[in-house]
């Protein structure tokens, strides 16, 4: 309903027809303008003032940096003493050193990614030969060592990875809880989140992208021949969904 400034008492009335009518004073509104809306109160919006450190960045920026120096600390707080922080053009990636003497000069082949919520990425080297996943707390060498895991067996899984005769790897995944072979895990090994562990004394041939279960840990599989470096093969796992967990019940 529109609404009009009376001439004669200088109030605000509603225009109705057919009288057009001052509703306070009755006079005659056959001559009126509609009332000015009446301005908007300005909202002032203050902007974030940024550091003084840094005037020619943005907020974002700041916030993405500020963040970033908390997840590296939070990182460098949970880090292991073989475990390393290594730079690369995209990114930083943790690196776990191997300490089996027995992998010294040996040709690396492929990596292991940890893949696993609420655990810190980290990258293993695969090298070419016998590769044992397991605790570090037994009496064997581990190369792929997982810690704070209680469902790993000291010895639980085994990579073996040789050369064909166009110089091709083949990765060959076998759940073994001894180093003597024939005897599995305790808790089995998982490819994929298929829930049938693998099978004793049978072995399957990984592919590029596999994910690895050994108790609750997920490690995902990247090949050398599809992956340019280390680098490279952590920052993809990093960005792909996790694999659903197997439930395991401890033995």
Not at 80 to 109: C, F, H, L, W, Y
Not at 195 to 220: A, W, Y
Request: aromatic residues 8%.
């Amino acid at each position: 309903m529109a609404k009009v400034q009376c001439y004669n008492c200088k109030k605000t009335t509603p225009v109705v027809a057919p009288k057009y009518r001052c509703k306070f004073c009755n006079y005659p509104l056959n001559k009126y303008h509609e009332q000015p809306e009446e301005p908007q109160e300005e909202v002032i919006i203050e902007k974030i003032k940024q550091v003084e450190e840094a005037p020619n960045r943005s907020v974002n920026d700041i916030f993405r940096v500020q963040q970033e120096q908390v997840d590296i600390k939070t990182i460098l707080e949970k880090l292991k003493p073989d475990e390393k922080i290594e730079k690369s053009a995209t990114g930083q990636v943790i690196i776990k050193e191997n300490r089996n003497p027995e992998k010294s000069g040996k040709i690396v082949a492929g990596w292991l990614v940890v893949h696993t919520e609420g655990k810190l990425p980290v990258t293993y080297e695969l090298f070419e030969g016998r590769n044992v996943i397991g605790r570090p707390d037994g009496p064997h060498h581990v190369d792929i060592r997982i810690e704070d895991d209680e469902y790993v067996s000291r010895v639980h899984a085994i990579i073996n990875i040789n050369k064909d005769f166009l110089h091709r790897f083949h990765f060959e995944l076998n759940d073994d809880g001894s180093l003597r072979g024939g005897h599995p895990s305790t808790n089995g090994t998982y490819i994929n989140a298929i829930s049938e562990r693998l099978p004793k004394g049978k072995p399957v041939f990984l592919k590029d992208g596999d994910t690895i279960q050994v108790g609750t840990t997920k490690l995902v599989f990247k090949n050398i021949d599809q992956t340019d470096d280390r680098y490279s093969a952590a920052h993809s796992v990093q960005n792909t969904e996790f694999t659903d967990t197997v439930a395991i019940r401890k033995k």
